[in-house]
């Protein structure tokens, strides 16, 4: 089970191997994670775990190509949508409602840029990040509303992780934090061509 303020996520084996790695990796760092503390905190054995992912490094690779896997779907279908203000608001809060329960990720992320490098992770997210961004700015937009959408997109993470430890509702915070992105790629939209 996941310590503080953070829940598991979800119930299956899989999932728990996933959140009690995450849960080290934030109390000791990445170096510091053996397979054998992960199977030890779940209560299985190495085979058990061995059975779900062979390295300490499959298991957060995972935990990204989970996170991936609704941004891909996002940018999927972003491609078939007409570029309006309204297409780019649903891009938004289908992102916002994607990052939920992410921050754990983003944290590491944040911690560990050298393991990022090494599992290319670092890489993948970025060209998604780019990718995303490319379905925001109006057309022929200035480079002062390019940055603010941007900014929308990235101000999402941030406040996904400087907000994670606040006593607020989750959803409010969720929902907070997309009206500011929101509000920013509104004010590019007005501004923009």
């Not at 509702?169 to 939209?189: M, W, Y």
Request: proline share 4%; with cysteine.
């Amino acid at each position: 089970m996941v310590t503080g303020s953070s829940k598991p996520r979800r119930g299956n084996t899989r999932q728990r191997i996933q959140d009690v790695t995450l849960e080290l990796i934030a109390e000791q760092g990445y170096e510091k994670t053996s397979l054998r503390e992960i199977s030890e905190r779940l209560g299985v054995t190495k085979a058990a775990l061995y059975y779900h992912f062979k390295t300490k490094e499959d298991i957060v690779v995972s935990l990204f190509t989970d996170l991936m896997t609704p941004i891909d779907d996002l940018i999927a279908w972003a491609k078939e949508q007409p570029p309006t203000l309204e297409t780019k608001r649903e891009i938004l809060t289908r992102y916002s409602l994607a990052l939920v329960g992410a921050a754990p990720l983003f944290r590491f992320m944040h911690e560990n840029q050298a393991t990022l490098r090494e599992l290319s992770i670092g890489e993948n997210f970025k060209s998604r990040m780019q990718e995303l961004i490319a379905y925001l700015p109006p057309e022929d937009a200035s480079l002062t509303d390019r940055v603010r959408c941007i900014s929308a997109l990235f101000s999402m993470h941030a406040g996904m992780f400087v907000l994670q430890d606040d006593e607020s509702d989750p959803e409010e915070r969720r929902k907070a934090v997309l009206e500011v992105a929101t509000g920013l790629i509104v004010q590019a939209h007005q501004h923009g061509g």
